[in-house]
Every structure is written in structure tokens, then in C-alpha cells.
């Protein structure tokens, strides 16, 4: 997307009150995002964190929805050493790199929902804000980059779909009584779990979030991991399960082709019936599930 000058990092305090926030000694850098621990934005930060601190770069971790607005974030580092911030999704965290005298260089890692939800003129107002004023933007996947730069369509999809194909995976536990779909994750809106719970299938199961070595745990004991998303910026459990070695079963748009190569690094469709028949094909006996596991067993 853009790549700025060299940026140096830096510090701020935190509110001691935050649940898995990583607060360091003095530190030097400052990631903004999401407060649920459970959300692949919170991955991200994690690894970004891990990564600076193998530079001996002391980093913390900060909420957006803890600061109100620009002036209580530059509040909260105000009279420390800060020198930069990172901050993951440019209207969520980077609303609030926008006041006048916000004098902290910033960096801005795109989300999903940047290119695809956050679309209303004042939103994409401040998205254009906060691009132009930032030192790099970082795009996580081409197709991310190509509809920023596109400067947002005028009529998008919603940023993420999590309801799966229910139809499919009802005709699917009809044949496979023992299937069992499992939906991990937080829930960042009531309404609209509700209307997920109301339209889950038998077999499927809207699971609360896990800890994330519990995660990993279940998705390799699982035959495969669907992602069904309409559209995405980059979908971190994908990224997770083919790190671990899982099948992957991912829905066509620009960023799971862009992770997922069709029948070479996992599996894509486009229609439920595909999804279909590729989930009985993974539950089946001769499906590529019992190669992999093979595998394992070999490597293991």
C-alpha cells in the first residue's frame, strides 16, 4: 500500500484495569487494537509484539475501546517517552491518532472491514484521514491492498459473514450423523449471534471463544476448517490451521485464493453445494483427511 520513511517506536501507560492488555517496562512501542484476546487482530499484535521485543524493542499492548477518543489517548501518553504507535485497522484504532496535536508517528496495519464495511462517508472520511497522515500502511494480503486503493466501491459486502452454510451442513449430517460442525469465536455483535444461533443447523454447535492452544488443539483432532467468509482481509485462522497442518476448506474471495491454492494447499468453493461435497469428501474414508493424518503419523 504505502511504505513511509523509518519510523522509531515507542511507550505510553496503560489502564491497569485491562484484561489481557501486555503492559512492559518503559516501553518504546505502543500496538492499538481490539480488546477481545480471542479475535485475530489480537493475534496479530501478539506476534507483531513478540517480534519487536526479539529486537529489543520494549512493547506494549493497548485497547482501542479503552480511550473514548483522541484526546484521552493522547492523554494517556502524554509526559511519557513515546515516539510511535502501531495500529491495527485504520478506523478503529486509527480514529484516534487523529487529534491536532497528536504528535506520535504511526503506523497502520489494515483490517477487513477497513475496505469492506466501514464505508459510510464519515467513516471513509476518517479512513482517508488516517491514511494519508500515517508513516507505512501495511496490507496483509494483495487483494486487501488492490481495494484500498480503489478507494472503496460504493457498494460493498459485509467485512466478515460467519454464518456458515447451514443448508449444506444439514444435508451433510443427514448422511454423516456423527459430523459435527463447531463456530469458535468472540461475539462482537448480540443481535446478530442471535440470528446465527436461531439459524444453526443439527450437529453445529456456536461454541464460546477458547484459548488459543486449546484452538489449535481442536482444530488439528477436526477433519478440516471452514472459513465462509464473503470477504476478508486476511483470515488469521487460516493462516493458524495450514500452520498446524489442518485442511483447510475456504470460501472463493480475493483474499482466501490469495492463502489457499485449490486442491494444492487446501480446498476452495464457491457455492454451498461444493462446500457441500467437499465436506463429505473430507468426512469420507477416502478422503484426503485420512492422507493427511497418514502423513502426520509418518512425520510424527
Known amino acids: 500500500m504505502a511504505t513511509g520513511a523509518g519510523f522509531e517506536i515507542a511507550q505510553a501507560s496503560l ?9 512492559s517496562a518503559a ?3 505502543v500496538i492499538l487494537t481490539t ?3 480471542y479475535s485475530g487482530n489480537a493475534t ?4 507483531i509484539r513478540t517480534y519487536c521485543e526479539s529486537l529489543s524493542v ?9 480511550f473514548s477518543d483522541e484526546n484521552a489517548l493522547v492523554s494517556a501518553l502524554r509526559g511519557t517517552p513515546c ?12 480514529r484516534l491518532f487523529l487529534e491536532r496535536d497528536f504528535a506520535f508517528p504511526f503506523v497502520i496495519v489494515l483490517g477487513g472491514t477497513d475496505a469492506n464495511l466501514f464505508d459510510q462517508p464519515a467513516e471513509r472520511d476518517i479512513i482517508q484521514r488516517v491514511l494519508a497522515s500515517a508513516r507505512a500502511v501495511v496490507a496483509m494480503s494483495a487483494p486487501l491492498k488492490a481495494r484500498m486503493l480503489e478507494r472503496y466501491p460504493t457498494t460493498l459486502p459485509p467485512a466478515i459473514t460467519v454464518i456458515p452454510p447451514a443448508p449444506a451442513f444439514a444435508r451433510v449430517h443427514a448422511v454423516q450423523p456423527l459430523a ?3 463456530i469458535i469465536g468472540p461475539t462482537l455483535d448480540r443481535t446478530y449471534r442471535e440470528e446465527v444461533e436461531a439459524k444453526l443447523p443439527t450437529g453445529a454447535l456456536l461454541a464460546s471463544p477458547v484459548a488459543p492452544a486449546d484452538l489449535h488443539a481442536m482444530m488439528v483432532a477436526s477433519c478440516g476448517v471452514l472459513n465462509s467468509s464473503l470477504s476478508e482481509g486476511v483470515c488469521g485462522t487460516l493462516l493458524e490451521a495450514m500452520r498446524l497442518g489442518c485442511v483447510c476448506l475456504a470460501r472463493r474471495n480475493g483474499s482466501n485464493e490469495y492463502l489457499v491454492e485449490h486442491q494444492v494447499t ?9 462446500a457441500e461435497s467437499w465436506m463429505q469428501y473430507l468426512l469420507g474414508s477416502d478422503g484426503i483427511i485420512v492422507e493427511q493424518r497418514r502423513q502426520k503419523d509418518i512425520s510424527g
Not at 17 to 23: A, F, G
Not at 266 to 274: D, F, N, Q, T
Open 15 to 23: 489502564p491497569e484495569r485491562l484484561s489481557w492488555s501486555v503492559q
Open 27 to 29: 516501553p518504546e512501542l
Open 35 to 37: 480488546s477481545s484476546p
Open 44 to 47: 496479530y499484535a501478539q506476534r
Open 58 to 66: 520494549r512493547t506494549a499492548i493497548w485497547h482501542h475501546d479503552d
Open 83 to 94: 515516539r510511535g504507535l502501531i495500529g491495527i485497522h485504520a478506523y478503529r484504532s486509527g
Open 180 to 182: 459435527r460442525l463447531v
Open 266 to 274: 487446501g480446498l476452495v468453493y464457491e457455492a454451498p453445494s461444493e
